[in-house]
């Protein structure tokens, strides 16, 4: 089994950055694609970025491309999100995820998650 714990959220204006980390325990990371999810209040939740267990790919939803960056590091069994220029529509809860499938490229099958972490953008 894999646990993840998710870190780095908080309140920032718009057109600030944050850097989420995730750290996993139970398995080593390399084992598994990982990815970040998102949850606005009274929307589903929805897949932000995607990075495949080698690091080699990655995918991004078009609302972030060019502002958020996915990495990992498996000496540190941890995988970064990196958020710039945020929006308020980026206000979320923000949930770490790895699994073993990704579909089409771009859509990670999660089989463990972290516990979120909450992101509130300010106009």
């Known amino acids: 089994q894999v646990q993840l714990v998710e870190s780095g959220g908080g309140l920032v204006q718009a057109g600030g950055s944050l850097r989420l980390a995730c750290v996993a325990s139970g398995r080593a990371l390399r084992d598994y694609n990982m990815g970040w999810f998102r949850q606005a209040p009274g929307k589903e939740r929805e897949s932000v970025a995607v990075?495949?267990?080698?690091?080699?790919?990655?995918w991004f939803q078009d609302s972030v491309k060019g502002r958020f960056t996915i990495s990992r590091d498996d000496t540190k069994n941890t995988v970064y999100l990196s958020m710039n220029r945020l929006k308020p529509e980026d206000t979320a809860v923000y949930y770490c995820?790895?699994?073993?499938?990704?579909?089409?490229?771009?859509?990670?099958?999660?089989?463990?998650w972290g516990q979120g972490t909450q992101v509130t953008v300010s106009s």
């Open positions: 995820a790895a699994g073993s499938t990704i579909i089409n490229g771009r859509e990670l099958v999660g089989e463990y």
């Open positions: 990075i495949r267990w080698d690091g080699r790919a990655t």
